[in-house]
């Protein structure tokens, strides 16, 4: 810190300076206390007084040093300024305040006064004259640290401190009475604390303080009420000492404290205790007070009804005296016993005098310490509620949860819960146990012929059967609308076929239904552990399961893994055709359906395709057949449906998709599932063509109708598959609501070749001509079978001859390609495509095809196609140079590039 105004504005104090003799003067500065030094330009220490003695160095130590080198780090900066700034001006002086450290490390506080002599004669200098000041620094930075110190006990401080005269008058005042009672202390000084007391209170405070003042060193403490600022009265515990004596205060000290809030709890604790009582006694949830005996010291009137006793049977009285004894031993050990207290409710069962059961759900804590005189040695609070109803909404929905609602049975969910428990054990103890899949043989006629609702009526008595044949320990449990499922502990794969033997004896028995007496039956797929693993057991009794119904009611078969290797192949494709459906491993394809002549695509048939890992591409025609056996058709036929739905709505223009419909989805609520995919998709109606065969149809007549009805009320296209191959009525097709008709590929291919073939066609056109519908021919291969249909006034048609099925992602550039094309595909092409179908039939060609993708030579293909005995044309066994003229062949062919066409 800097101060010039200290220093002599010019040399007249110098006047009359008597010393002229440099070593008189030289003798003076080594006299000197302060601590001088002369610094050069470069501010080096040229010279220093022998007085830094005094701080522990001689000056040949400190000659030759930097000036600033014993600066305390903090202020150097600072110091460093003040000589750059004085030596730049001629003849300034300035000073500061800064630390220096001494030689033994500790710092000491001094003031630099700072000359600027360069340049003058016998001097040219920086002239320093240190002087020490840590003392006094000392004193004043003690003196400003009590200073604080006392101003923030007495401002923090939630008392207010006032020093007066016996009159009260006031001499001083803490800061803290701003925030205590809103008063400025430099205000009210002077002022008579009487003056602020209330009239009430005025007397007793004057009495004390005379009596205070009449005794030195009294002190005595009072109460009263004391006007704050905003003109409210507020309690205040006065202490008054007397220091009249003391000389550093001479005057009463007063210590007040704000007791407003203290006084009017204290006032209003009777009315509250009352009040208090008051809830206690109306509360209709108990309150217990339990010694640590068990012994009852506090109840409300709520606690003895949750009971069902009164108060003064319950009051003082031992727990055994009150509830049973097996309830009372329980209540020790989980509420009174401190070491079993948690945090959650404990819930007891309660049964009162009538009988009646009544569960309670009871908080505990301890007593606090401050009431051992109302409860000697402890005790224990609980709050107690009523959970009667509670527990049995729980219970409800613990069983909505995990029951079967039709038939009260175990669902998926607990019977999931006991295959993991069996698990456990398995891994623990490798106790086998079996997994029996039970299916209803003919629910649906049931269920057509006399109503769902006697359907379920089946259902519920053929669960009962279940139950009543299983062994004590199995769990019987419904999973879907006809299959159970029963879990055997502790058995193997000869016990499981017994016991699916025996429920299906107990199952069969006449049952009267509507008036009708049926037989109810079940099929039965067994597996157990000690044949499969835990995770495969389920997979392999549902292969078990399509095995016993592919021979007929009530039959059982047993999961054998020494069965041949095709059942077992069967079992895993269609567990692999189940993980593909979760996972999304299927795809659709799009075969394009064109406008005969000009090529022009107005929709696509969207056709499944599904690649199995490890195995390649697997047909349709052989998973399709298998799901439909497997009961996942449904599932197969609703994924297809929404997935069309959602990639048509990305094709251009108002192209329209066609999806297949199984009977399975027929008999269903296919109505809503449609309904579902187009408000998924956004996909119009009109743009969705609902393919069913004849087979679906007529297999069940007025359901069929009924749904195809459903359907054309969305405004979607109903189209009839395959055509001329089932057993229509014509009488039906009239009424039912189809839009189109497609003839089926068998009577396509033997257009301009077959004679009957092709009047089978004409007929065909011709009739839904009559009808109003739109013909679409299948399976169009060649030109020639094009130039047939166009003639016989076939208006639509799909096959090879324009393109394969692709995926969606190729699918508008093929749209692109033949709407480009505008003419049929070369004349030599079809050439070889005729003489491929003329000479082998398409299936065989296909079969070749797909043995050599696989890497199959001509000699392995001949020799495969021998073994399975089929024929060759013209001959009796194949040659490979047979198989490679007509791999050769094929490879040129729409047909050879894009495979077989599958449904």
Same mark, same amino acid.
């Given at each position: 810190m800097t101060n010039p105004d200290t220093f002599p504005a010019d040399d007249s104090e110098?006047?009359?300076?008597?010393?002229?003799?440099?070593?008189?003067?030289h003798t003076i500065l080594a006299c000197a206390s302060d601590v001088m030094a002369f610094l050069d330009r470069e501010m080096t220490i040229k010279w220093i007084s022998p007085a830094v003695r005094e701080w522990g160095y001689t000056a040949t130590s400190v000659v030759g040093t930097q000036?600033?080198?014993?600066?305390?780090?903090?202020?150097?900066?600072?110091?460093?300024?003040?000589?750059?700034?004085?030596?730049?001006?001629?003849?300034?002086?300035d000073r500061a305040e800064v630390r220096v450290r001494n030689s033994d490390g500790t710092w000491r506080w001094v003031e630099q006064r700072v000359t600027n002599l360069l340049g003058e004669e016998g001097v040219d200098a920086l002239v320093v004259t240190t002087v020490d000041i840590d003392d006094k620094r000392r004193a004043v930075d003690q003196l400003q640290r009590r200073e604080l110190f006392y101003g923030a006990v007495f401002d923090g401080a939630p008392?207010?401190?006032?020093?007066?005269?016996?009159?009260?008058?006031?001499?001083?005042?803490?800061?803290?009475?701003?925030?205590?009672?809103?008063?400025?202390?430099?205000?009210?000084?002077?002022?008579?604390?009487?003056?602020?007391?209330?009239?009430?209170?005025?007397?007793?405070?004057?009495?004390?303080?005379?009596?205070?003042?009449?005794?030195?060193?009294?002190?005595?403490?009072?109460?009263?009420?004391?006007?704050?600022?905003?003109?409210?009265?507020?309690?205040?515990?006065?202490?008054?000492?007397?220091?009249?004596?003391?000389?550093?205060?001479?005057?009463?000290?007063?210590?007040?404290?704000?007791?407003?809030?203290?006084?009017?709890?204290?006032?209003?604790?009777?009315?509250?205790?009352?009040f208090l009582r008051l809830v206690l006694e109306k509360a209709h949830d108990g309150v217990w007070v339990l010694d640590s005996t068990g012994r009852t010291r506090f109840a409300n009137a709520g606690m003895a009804e949750l009971l069902g006793v009164t108060l003064d049977e319950l009051v003082d009285v031992d727990l055994d005296d009150v509830v049973e004894a097996e309830l009372a031993q329980d209540?020790?050990?989980?509420?009174?016993?401190?070491?079993?207290?948690?945090?959650?409710?404990?819930?007891?069962?309660?049964?009162?005098?009538?009988?009646?059961?009544?569960?309670?759900?009871?908080?505990?804590?301890?007593?606090?310490?401050?009431?051992?005189?109302?409860?000697?040695?402890?005790?224990?609070?609980?709050?107690?509620?009523?959970?009667?109803?509670?527990?049995?909404?729980?219970?409800?929905?613990?069983?909505?949860?995990?029951?079967?609602?039709?038939?009260?049975?175990?669902?998926?969910?607990?019977?999931?819960?006991?295959?993991?428990?069996?698990?456990?054990?398995?891994?623990?103890?490798?106790?086998?146990?079996?997994?029996?899949?039970?299916?209803?043989?003919?629910?649906?006629?049931?269920?057509?012929?006399?109503?769902?609702?006697?359907?379920?009526?089946?259902?519920?008595?053929?669960?009962?059967?279940?139950?009543?044949?299983?062994?004590p320990g199995d769990t019987v449990a419904r999973t879907t609308g006809d299959q159970f499922v029963v879990l055997c502990p502790g058995t193997e794969s000869f016990q499981a076929q017994r016991i699916a033997h025996e429920l299906v004896t107990a199952v069969e028995g006449p049952l009267e239904i509507a008036g009708s007496t049926v037989w109810p039956t079940i099929c039965v797929g067994a597996a157990s552990t000690g044949d499969v693993t835990d995770k495969g057991l389920a997979s392999a009794a549902d292969g078990a399961l399509l095995r016993a119904k592919r021979s007929g009611r009530s039959s059982v078969a047993v999961f054998d893994a020494a069965a041949p290797r095709d059942h077992r192949s069967e079992l895993e494709l269609l567990a692999d055709l189940r993980e593909a459906l979760s996972t999304g491993g299927l795809r659709l394809h799009y075969q394009p359906v064109v406008r005969l002549g000009s090529n022009e695509v107005i929709g696509a048939e969207a056709l499944m395709r599904w690649t199995r890992p490890g195995h390649g591409e697997v047909p349709p025609s052989v998973f399709i057949p298998l799901a439909e056996e497997a009961g996942l058709i449904a599932e197969l036929g609703t994924w297809s449906l929404h997935q069309a739905c959602r990639?048509?709505?990305?094709?251009?223009?108002?192209?329209?998709?066609?999806?297949?419909?199984?009977?399975?989805?027929?008999?269903?609520?296919?109505?809503?599932?449609?309904?579902?995919?187009?408000?998924?998709?956004?996909?119009?109606?009109?743009?969705?063509?609902?393919?069913?065969?004849?087979?679906?149809?007529?297999?069940?007549?007025?359901?069929?109708?009924?749904?195809?009805?459903?359907?054309?009320?969305?405004?979607?296209?109903?189209?009839?598959?395959?055509?001329?191959?089932?057993?229509?009525? /014509?009488?039906?097709? &009239?009424?039912?609501?189809? %839009?189109?008709?497609?003839?089926?590929? +068998?009577? #396509? @291919?033997?257009?301009? !070749?077959?004679?009957?073939d092709s009047a089978i066609v004409a007929a065909l056109i011709s009739l839904g001509q009559s009808l109003g519908l739109r013909i679409?021919?299948?399976?169009?291969?060649?030109?020639?079978?094009?130039?047939?249909?166009?003639?016989?006034?076939?208006?639509?048609?799909?096959?090879?001859?324009?393109?394969?099925?692709?995926?969606?992602?190729?699918?508008?550039?093929?749209?692109?390609?033949?709407?480009?094309?505008?003419?049929?595909?070369?004349?030599?092409?079809?050439?070889?495509?005729?003489?491929?179908?003329?000479?082998?039939?398409? /299936?065989?060609?296909? &079969?070749?095809?797909?043995? %050599?993708?696989?890497?199959?030579?001509? +000699?392995? #293909? @001949?020799?495969?196609? !021998?073994?399975?005995?089929?024929?060759?044309?013209?001959?009796?066994?194949?040659?490979?140079?047979?198989?490679?003229?007509?791999?050769?062949?094929?490879g040129h062919s729409p047909q050879g590039r894009g495979g077989p066409h599958s449904p």
């Open positions: 110098l006047a009359g300076w008597p010393m002229t003799d440099p070593l008189a003067v000036a600033g080198h014993r600066t305390h780090p903090d202020d150097l900066p600072g110091f460093r300024a003040l000589l750059a700034k004085v030596a730049g001006i001629p003849g300034a002086k008392d207010m401190a006032v020093v007066c005269d016996p009159d009260t008058s006031m001499r001083w005042v803490s800061p803290s009475v701003t925030a205590l009672c809103g008063h400025d202390p430099a205000k009210i000084l002077g002022t008579k604390v009487a003056a602020l007391v209330h009239p009430e209170d005025l007397e007793a405070f004057r009495a004390a303080v005379e009596r205070v003042v009449a005794q030195p060193g009294a002190r005595e403490c009072i109460e009263s009420r004391f006007l704050d600022a905003d003109g409210v009265w507020r309690w205040s515990q006065q202490r008054i000492t007397n220091c009249l004596d003391d000389p550093a205060v001479a005057g009463l000290v007063l210590n007040c404290a704000d007791i407003t809030h203290r006084r009017e709890a204290s006032d209003n604790l009777q009315g509250r205790e009352q209540i020790r050990e989980k509420v009174v016993n401190p070491q079993a207290r948690v945090a959650d409710d404990r819930v007891l069962l309660v049964h009162t005098r009538e009988g009646s059961p009544r569960w309670l759900a009871v908080s505990a804590a301890p007593l606090p310490p401050g009431l051992s005189e109302l409860v000697p040695g402890g005790g224990t609070i609980a709050l107690v509620a009523d959970v009667t109803e509670r527990k049995a909404n729980e219970d409800a929905l613990r069983r909505l949860a995990l029951y079967d609602a039709l038939t009260g049975l175990p669902n998926r969910a607990l019977l999931d819960e006991q295959r993991r428990v069996l698990g456990d054990r398995l891994l623990r103890t490798d106790e086998n146990y079996s997994y029996l899949l039970c299916d209803i043989d003919g629910l649906k006629l049931i269920n057509d012929a006399l109503g769902s609702v006697e359907g379920d009526r089946l259902i519920q008595e053929v669960a009962r059967r279940l139950a009543e044949a299983a062994r990639d048509a709505v990305s094709w251009p223009g108002q192209l329209a998709v066609a999806v297949n419909l199984s009977a399975r989805q027929l008999a269903d609520d296919v109505a809503g599932t449609v309904r579902a995919a187009l408000h998924d998709s956004g996909l119009a109606p009109n743009r969705l063509w609902l393919e069913v065969t004849e087979t679906a149809i007529f297999a069940d007549v007025p359901t069929a109708a009924y749904h195809l009805r459903s359907l054309e009320a969305l405004g979607v296209h109903i189209s009839l598959d395959d055509f001329g191959t089932g057993y229509s009525s /014509l009488v039906y097709l &009239r009424d039912f609501p189809v %839009h189109s008709l497609k003839i089926d590929r +068998s009577f #396509i @291919a033997g257009l301009g !070749n077959n004679p009957d679409v021919a299948e399976g169009v291969e060649t030109p020639e079978q094009m130039s047939a249909l166009r003639g016989l006034g076939c208006e639509f048609a799909q096959g090879y001859l324009w393109s394969r099925a692709v995926a969606n992602a190729e699918f508008v550039d093929t749209i692109g390609r033949l709407e480009r094309q505008q003419i049929p595909p070369r004349v030599r092409t079809a050439r070889k495509a005729r003489l491929v179908s003329a000479d082998v039939p398409q /299936l065989i060609v296909a &079969r070749m095809m797909s043995m %050599h993708r696989q890497g199959a030579s001509p +000699s392995s #293909i @001949a020799a495969a196609l !021998n073994i399975e005995g089929v024929p060759a044309p013209g001959d009796k066994r194949w040659h490979h140079a047979a198989v490679a003229h007509v791999i050769t062949d094929a």
